[in-house]
């Protein structure tokens, strides 16, 4: 049953759903080409994309949504790079690895072709002293996002634009990727993608500085079911109650941000540690001789080289159409409290580190014997 609190919301969803594409006028035209044209350009790879959403949330603060998509972007990217890293290339066969690349790739080109048009029409509906929202079906946009940016116009609540963009963005690549049957047959159903734990790649890490000892730390979350959509949307909920909870570290966050542009390498975040550049001699495997969460490295440091670097840009297939809302009822996502992350990520992610390091010394054995 909806409250009295909701039942004005369902109304509207169910009001945009019935909603009939408008005739749009030769101004409203260019300004969707231009949108599109803009979009585009800053869609190349997941280093631009990534720092698109800062550069946005930078002049307009009031889009929280942007910041939370900044920084699990920027994991995104961490998470390709880590593919021809210093150990996952000892784990995976190049067929894993460009396999995992393009699921990554596919999801996050996609997500930032649904949302960051969104941005923009808000950004243009400043500049013109009104609302544009109507252009939002002619961009491509579920008609779930309408009310919500209507809603936002009028009232500010950013808490409230930002879970209904992340319950439609993980929506939006339900079926694009994750349930996609390209993907299921090369990621989502082989036992590799039920191994991630192992593989470091569910760990979503906010990088800040302390104000008074200067050391970098972090904080986030963990993905432990990627292949249902509830379970992401409320770990997205949550990673965004746990970036907003505490309004200094927010603001270290944020510094963060914009003093360390997005190169997709993890030495962005720890340089002690990691390198743009391998320093492993040939011939052998890399050794931690202290905990990485001390992050200090006496010997070679691990190689995490730029995603640029790492990978060509990848040329996508135009976005499958379709809408995906279909039942007011997904607004029990928003309704249902979440989680509340502890925000502990440091030893957990360093104790992943660790497990990788021995995965690839075993199996470097292994291959010599």
Known sequence: MFSSKWRPLK???????????????????????????????????????????????????????????????????????????????????????????????????????????????????????????????????????????????????????????????????????????????????????????????????????????QKTKLVGGTVHHFSAVEERVYLGRSLYELLYSVRSRLNQIVQWCSTHPHTGSRKDFWPQLFNTVSETPPGQIHEMPVSPCRRQQSGPKIYSPFLTDAWADWVHAVAEPGDWFSSVQVLDLMKKNTKELSGEIEPVYCRTLEEIEFAAQAKFKISRE
């Open 11 to 213: 109304k509207e969803l169910k009001a945009a759903w019935k909603t009939k594409p408008v005739v749009l006028s030769e101004k409203e035209n260019e300004l969707v080409e231009k949108i599109r044209k803009d979009t585009k350009q800053a869609n190349q790879n997941n280093v631009t994309r990534t720092n698109a959403y800062f550069h946005y949330f930078s002049k307009h603060q009031e889009i929280d949504w942007a910041l939370l998509a900044h920084l699990v972007s920027r994991n995104a990217g961490w998470n390709m790079t880590d593919l021809k890293g210093e150990y996952l290339p000892k784990l995976l066969t190049g067929k894993e690895k460009r396999d995992f690349f393009v699921f990554l790739e596919r999801g996050n080109w996609l997500i930032f072709q649904d949302a960051y048009p969104q941005l923009l029409l808000y950004e243009a509906s400043l500049h013109h002293g009104r609302p544009l929202f109507h252009l939002l079906d002619a961009l491509g946009v579920s008609k779930f996002m309408r009310p919500f940016w209507d809603r936002f116009w009028k009232n500010g609540r950013s808490e409230e634009l930002t879970k209904a963009l992340i319950v439609n963005e993980q929506h939006y690549i339900e079926e694009r990727v994750v349930r996609n049957h390209q993907y299921m047959t090369t990621v989502t159903d082989k036992m590799m993608f039920k191994l991630q734990d192992v593989l470091a790649m569910n760990h979503i890490l906010f990088p800040y500085v302390t104000p008074i000892q």
